[in-house]
């Protein structure tokens, strides 16, 4: 079944991302686009999934190659834990069409199963776990593993596999499998700025339960994230950016449901939002409360903060 999708095409292209995806479930995904996906850096890839856990996003990469082989249609590859596909296989997986989630990983190739349907079908004919384990040679531990969600199968056992009970024991290629398989590896590790002015924010914001963030070559500065329960808050910060880079950096968190502060000297001529807010102080205090007012606005109602002067 096709899934409705919006594109959206970032003009710059030194950013860590080139490209944001929305799908009809509102689920996010941000690529980076190149050639060769050996050439993404560490450094790179850091900022991606920072960006990524920020917008509760799925980081991808867009390749033609890795280690200058072509990429297999179909199939997901990885660097630097980042998900790697082909454009063809990524417009199929966000058109929705029904392909099994095949990866590779510590050296072979696995495929995604669902386990449930796999015990379903088995016990609906009969099949005992150590006879299924004989059939497609492997333990009957492995089995569970597989039941239970714990292990994917390799590629010889799923031919096996389905071959006794059809590809419908596999799971599709979508956003949220390939989110399973890779949410372990797409954690960035928490940094601390040199910037005083974020430094100090973040450490008052942290004492209200906030988590930061800081991005490098990406259209905000710095994010702030609360989550409790039924209430989560995104705010991303940038300061001091052009007119273009408000452009960007507005068009990113309307997409993503993000609100925006814009740290800046002095008045500007961009228009503010209910979601775009211009703070013309480089007071953490001030900052700090504008980003609360959002938050008791998310959790009270209460009014939106104003743009500070």
Avoid: W
């Amino acid at each position: 079944m096709e899934e409705r999708s919006v594109h959206l095409k970032l003009p710059k292209r030194e950013y860590c991302l080139d490209s944001i995806v929305i799908l009809g479930n509102e689920r996010v995904i941000i690529t980076k686009e190149v050639n060769d996906a050996s050439t993404i850096s560490p450094s790179t890839a850091g900022v991606l999934k920072s960006m990524a856990n920020f917008l509760d996003a799925l980081p991808i990469v867009l390749a033609e190659r890795i280690d200058n082989e072509k990429l297999e249609e179909n199939m997901v590859y990885s660097r630097h834990n980042l998900p790697v596909l082909s454009q063809e296989t990524f417009k199929s997986m966000v058109s929705g069409a029904e392909i099994p989630l095949i990866y590779l990983s510590h050296g072979g190739i696995y495929v995604k199963i669902k386990g449930s349907i796999l015990r379903e079908m088995r016990e609906k004919r009969g099949i005992s776990r150590g006879e299924l384990a004989r059939m497609v040679g492997v333990t009957s531990r492995t089995i569970i593993n597989y039941e239970e969600g714990r292990s994917d199968v390799s590629l010889d056992v799923a031919l096996k596999l389905e071959e006794m009970f059809g590809d419908e024991i596999f799971e599709k290629a979508s956003a949220d499998s390939l989110k399973e398989v890779f949410s372990d590896k797409i954690k960035a590790p928490r940094m601390e700025p040199r910037d005083a002015l974020l430094r100090s924010l973040f450490r008052e914001l942290r004492e209200h339960g906030f988590i930061d963030f800081l991005f490098n070559k990406a259209p905000f500065d710095a994010g702030v994230k609360y989550v409790r329960e039924s209430t989560q808050v995104k705010v991303a910060i940038k300061k001091d950016p052009t007119s273009e880079e408000v452009d960007i950096a507005r068009m990113v968190s309307e997409s993503t449901k993000t609100k925006l502060i814009v740290v800046s000297a002095g008045e500007r001529d961009d228009t503010p939002s209910e979601s775009l807010m211009f703070v013309y102080s480089k007071s953490p205090d001030k900052i700090r409360d504008v980003i609360l007012g959002f938050l008791r606005k998310t959790t009270f109602g209460a009014p939106a903060p104003r743009s500070s002067a």
